[in-house]
T-cell receptor, first 112, second 115 residues
Framework: NAGVTQTPKFQVLKTGQSMTLQCAQDMNHEYMSWYRQDPGMGLRLIHYSVGAGITDQGEVPNGYNVSRSTTEDFPLRLLSAAPSQTSVYFC???????????FGEGSRLTVL | GENVEQHPSTLSVQEGDSAVIKCTYSDSASNYFPWYKQELGKRPQLIIDIRSNVGEKKDQRIAVTLNKTAKHFSLHITETQPEDSAVYFCAATMNSGGSNYKLTFGKGTLLTVNP
């Protein structure tokens, strides 16, 4: 099992550019989510999905889109990058009937 | 929505001492409280969790206590070791039917264990 795989690990964007952070899991988890981590702010939920075809907004969804066409994949799209989106992004997944979130290694995004 | 406050933001202890990190939550409906450890440059990993039908849970040197009335829960680490140095996050959610998909995290505590 590879677990939760995120790509890319590092990315630099210019303001206004768009990009997609990829997340894939091979544990057949129904639940997947995206968090951003900023210094002193903890982990904040951006979007989550409870199964293929179902997504919903978290605490800080503005500027981000998600889709869930398969159980395995949950990409995060930045539509028009802004410096405020400079952050470390974590994808996480879990079974619906357990508590543990399994995190990916993170993607560090810098927007200039 | 849920709001989780975590204190202290930094904690420095001597090896062998105990460390205590405290969290409060706002939503009385929350019933699942995990703790995650994040080493420098790594991903967060679950170290212990507690559900609202339990007041205390232990796992070797780590314990978590929950006071539902006061809406606070704490992480206790005994006999600290240098490898316990990390950022610790508490979290809370209403776990409905086993789902925990809206975890709200505290802002984290940087624990430093000095040899």
């Amino acid at each position: 099992n590879a677990g939760v795989t995120q790509t890319p690990k590092f990315q630099v964007l210019k303001t206004g550019q768009s990009m997609t952070l990829q997340c894939a899991q091979d544990m057949n988890h129904e639940y997947m989510s995206w968090y951003r981590q900023d210094p002193g702010m903890g982990l904040r939920l951006i979007h989550y999905s409870v199964g293929a075809g179902i997504t919903d907004q978290g605490e800080v969804p503005n500027g981000y889109n998600v889709s869930r066409s398969t159980t395995e994949d949950f990409p995060l799209r930045l539509l028009s990058a802004a410096p405020s989106q400079t952050s470390v992004y974590f994808c996480a997944s879990s079974y619906p009937n357990t508590g543990e979130l399994f995190f990916g290694e993170g993607s560090r995004l810098t927007v200039l | 929505g849920e709001n989780v406050e975590q204190h202290p933001s930094t904690l420095s202890v001597q090896e062998g001492d105990s460390a205590v990190i405290k969290c409060t939550y706002s939503d009385s409906a929350s019933n699942y409280f995990p703790w995650y450890k994040q080493e420098l440059g790594k991903r967060p990993q679950l170290i212990i969790d507690i559900r609202s039908n339990v007041g205390e849970k232990k796992d070797q040197r780590i314990a978590v206590t929950l006071n539902k009335t006061a809406k606070h829960f704490s992480l206790h680490i005994t006999e600290t070791q240098p490898e316990d140095s990390a950022v610790y996050f508490c979290a809370a959610t209403m776990n409905s039917g086993g789902s925990n998909y809206k975890l709200t995290f505290g802002k984290g505590t940087l624990l430093t264990v000095n040899p």
